[in-house]
């Protein structure tokens, strides 16, 4: 139960944080969005409909449509989000702050964009809009879901400028590259991890060498080459990113012909770890 109201209060949190993005920095400096978000923003320039009943019956029709691609916790904080986005949406209308730079204004609500989409998505939620509609477009077309957000997000920012035009779609871009990073950062954290694989023929004293100077665990798979049919160990081991250049030179130092793959690892657990 506890889990459950501290996930609806980080929804809260972050549907506030957007909200505040959209109506003190998006809206005010004529800049875009991508997604439902925009559309919303567009019919305000438009039309000057609010915001947050234009957001709501949006996403509701998308939730409708979509709910059979949700898990049932997913479509629950889905809804939970939307309506407490439109909410906040509608609280902070009158919310300013003074600047003329707009470039300032671009970079922040990139930034809050990011962490309140981000707090959102970390608790399992969505903001329903084009997440759902990539889903759907992953089902019927086989597309990947993140090419069809980055195409459905591009094609509602290209209309836009056709209302705000050149230098807003530029800036909104940029807005949304900072969004998306600092959204990877919310959901990833900051100590990312790297997996890394070794391949060589010197495997029992590379994996010695990590156990004794790193401290590291080490795990040994056995394998073997496709055309040699040669058995192999492999080792797998799991290090941060500050730890990268000391394993890759005690590698050197005892196999300079291994082969080695490095690849992010966006959550891990266990000893030596975050506890699960």
């Not at 567009?42 to 949700?70: H, M």
């Not at 997996?195 to 060498?209: D, F, G």
């Amino acid at each position: 139960m506890k889990k459950y109201l501290i996930d609806i209060l980080l929804l809260a949190i972050g549907s506030l944080l957007f909200a505040i993005a959209v109506n003190v920095f998006v809206i005010p400096n004529d800049l875009g969005e991508g997604g439902v978000t925009g559309l919303t923003i567009i019919s305000y320039y438009l039309f000057e409909w609010s915001p947050s009943i234009v957001s709501f019956l949006l996403n509701a029709v998308i939730i409708l449509i979509g709910l059979k691609f949700l898990s049932k916790q997913t479509a629950i904080y889905t809804i939970i989000a939307v309506c407490f986005n439109s909410l906040f949406l509608h609280l902070t209308e009158s919310w300013t702050i003074p600047s003329e730079e707009i470039i300032v204004h671009a970079l922040f609500g990139g930034v809050l964009t990011g962490v309140g989409l981000g707090l959102i998505i970390r608790v399992g939620g969505t903001t329903a809009g084009t997440t759902i509609l990539a889903k759907i477009i992953n089902k019927y077309l086989g597309w990947s879901v993140s090419y069809s957000l980055l195409l459905l997000d591009l094609v509602v920012v290209f209309l836009s400028y056709f209302i705000i035009g050149i230098e807003g779609v530029m800036l909104t871009v940029v807005m949304l590259y900072v969004g998306t990073k600092t959204m990877e950062f919310i959901i990833e954290g900051a100590n990312r991890q790297k997996a890394v694989t070794i391949i060589s023929a010197h495997s029992n004293e590379i994996a010695l060498e990590v156990s004794t100077r790193m401290e590291r665990g080490i795990t040994v798979i056995s394998g073997h080459g496709y055309y040699t049919k040669e058995n192999k160990e492999v080792l797998y081991i799991v290090i941060s990113n500050q730890e990268i250049i000391k394993l890759k030179k005690i590698i050197k130092q005892v196999d300079n012909d291994a082969f080695i793959t490095i690849h992010d690892v966006r959550d891990v657990f266990g000893e030596g770890f975050s506890a699960i």
